[in-house]
Each structure stands twice: as structure tokens, then as C-alpha cells.
């Protein structure tokens, strides 16, 4: 609780919404907050199973839970955790998937650059691959932040903390064109048709159409481009901490999962190309 100024508002929105199903459940069985059980959490876990919730999803809503009551426990409203010990659903950790250089040129390169709405698509696009940004840092990003002459952007990630992320040449002059033929005078970068602030949800829609034309095998969301940077980086011989700065995690750890992905991706070379491999060693077979 004592973090919750600096969380996003979508993870706010989450969180509101979790502690509203809690107190909902609360209602239905008539418990007061105050002096509910083990057994009334696990009930509300039950509940949650009964929705055909996925364990990740149960998971977030129970650590929200927990996290109220261990701040009633510090604010002495009560004096016992009922959910201390409770053992949260193991969550299979599913590796991020991304794109390959060829899906991502195809994907930048889709919009119709030749009309503002199509250029500011592009922007978007290129942006979220070439500097990793969330998309909630990409729609919160005001002109004022941006560098162009030095080709830097100031980013306020999570917790309000600060990073600086690299813009590559070819960009610049596209952002600078898209600044002269943009209508609405507004201190934010990208503005929706109406020349209002464009939302999270607007970019993961505009992603999804642009990706649905030209890599409709894949499913691809804001945050898809953004483990494509990371895996971009790591496959091409980044250090992890440097990745880590620009990603903006807090810890190495969060990171880290992207070099199983560069594993995979060079296990599949391997695979592909080496004489010894096994892929290879049982085509030879075959051919004997």
C-alpha cells in the first residue's frame, strides 16, 4: 500500500477492481472484513475458480487482497493477517513471444505514411520497437521530454522513476514532419483523430490492425514489440544490465527471462544449421 502513488493507473484500475470483487464476496456471505477466517478466503479463492479464472488471474487478485489486509495490519485496524500463510496458485511463467526483423520491418512499414493519421501510426510503431517503451509511457509522453537534436527521450516509467531511451536518425525527421502537419496544439506527442490524448487502449487497437494485415499468424500487442527490443538487443550481443537500464526494471531478475528467449532462438540456429545437431542427425538417418 505504501507504493500505491506510484503505481500506473492501469495497475490502480486493477487493483480498485480486485478489492471490489473481494468486498462483493464479503457482502454475499455476510462477513465483516474484520474478522474473516482462513476458511472465508479460501471460500473467496473457490469463488474465484468457479469464474473459470485463470491462475494468473486469481493470483493478482489474491496478492491484492493480501495487500490490503497486511495494511490494516500496520494501520492496526486488525490484529492478525488471516491471509499470512496463505500459498498462492502456482503460475506457469509463459516466455514472452516476439518478432522476428522481418515481421517487425513488415509491421513498421504498414501504415500509409502519406496522410497525418498514417504517419503518427508509423511513429507509434517505430517508437515501441526502437526504444522499448510500455505503451503507457508511450501515450504519456509529452514533446517537451523529447531531444531530438541528441535523439533522446525522457521516459516516466513505473514509480516515477526516470530513464533515458535512444531514438534512431531515420526517426526524427518523421517526428519533426509529423509536429508541422498536426492540427491540435497539445504538449503530448500523439493525439487521437479528435486531437485528444490517445489511450492505452487505442494503441493496443491500432497494433492489433496494422499486425492483422501484414503477420495475421501472430498475435501482436504493444508489449510484443517491446520484448521484441529486448530480444533484439540480447540476440545482437547486449549486456543484460545495459537492457535492464533501458527496459527500466527495478530488477535484473525481470529481465533475465529474455535470455531464455535468445536461448531458444539460438538453439533453433543450432538446430537448423549444425551438422551434429540432433534435427540433422535424424534427417541424415533417413536418407540412409
Known amino acids: 500500500m505504501e507504493n500505491f502513488k506510484s503505481c500506473s493507473p492501469h495497475t490502480i484500475r486493477a487493483y480498485k477492481r480486485d478489492l471490489t470483487d473481494f468486498y462483493e464476496y464479503l457482502k454475499s456471505e455476510n462477513l465483516d472484513y ?5 476458511n472465508d478466503i479460501r471460500g473467496f479463492l473457490q469463488k474465484l475458480r468457479d469464474k473459470n479464472l485463470t491462475k494468473k488471474t486469481i493470483s493478482r487478485k489474491i496478492s491484492g487482497v493480501r495487500s490490503f489486509y497486511r495494511f490494516l495490519l500496520k494501520e492496526e485496524y486488525i490484529n492478525k493477517n488471516p491471509l499470512l500463510t496463505l500459498e498462492l496458485p502456482k503460475v506457469e511463467k509463459k516466455l514472452p513471444t516476439f518478432l522476428t526483423e522481418e515481421e517487425v520491418l513488415k509491421l513498421i512499414n504498414s501504415p500509409n505514411k502519406n496522410n ?7 511513429l507509434i510503431l517505430k517508437m515501441l520497437y526502437s526504444t522499448g517503451m510500455r505503451v503507457s509511457e508511450l501515450v504519456s509522453l509529452r514533446i517537451s521530454e523529447l531531444n531530438l537534436e541528441k535523439g533522446e527521450v525522457i521516459i516516466k516509467g513505473k514509480g516515477s522513476k526516470e530513464r533515458v531511451v535512444f531514438l534512431p536518425e531515420d526517426i526524427i525527421n518523421d517526428i519533426n514532419l509529423y509536429l508541422q502537419k498536426r492540427k491540435k496544439n497539445s504538449n503530448y506527442l500523439f493525439l487521437n483523430r479528435k486531437g ?36 533484439h538487443l540480447l540476440t545482437n550481443g547486449a549486456d543484460l544490465r545495459s ?11 525481470t529481465t533475465q527471462i529474455y535470455t531464455h528467449l535468445t536461448r531458444e532462438n539460438l538453439k533453433k540456429v543450432y538446430d537448423d544449421f549444425h551438422p551434429h545437431s540432433h534435427k540433422n542427425q535424424n534427417n541424415d538417418s533417413k536418407d540412409t
Open 196 to 231: 485528444k490524448l490517445l489511450t492505452d487502449k487505442g494503441v493496443r487497437l491500432l497494433v492489433e490492425k496494422y499486425a492483422k494485415k501484414v503477420i495475421p499468424y501472430k498475435k501482436v500487442t504493444p508489449h510484443t514489440l517491446r520484448h521484441t527490443f529486448a530480444t
Open 243 to 253: 537492457v535492464q537500464e533501458l527496459l527500466g526494471h527495478t530488477k535484473l531478475s
Open 34 to 38: 474484520k474478522n474473516i477466517t482462513r
Open 116 to 122: 497525418i493519421l498514417g504517419l503518427r501510426d508509423y
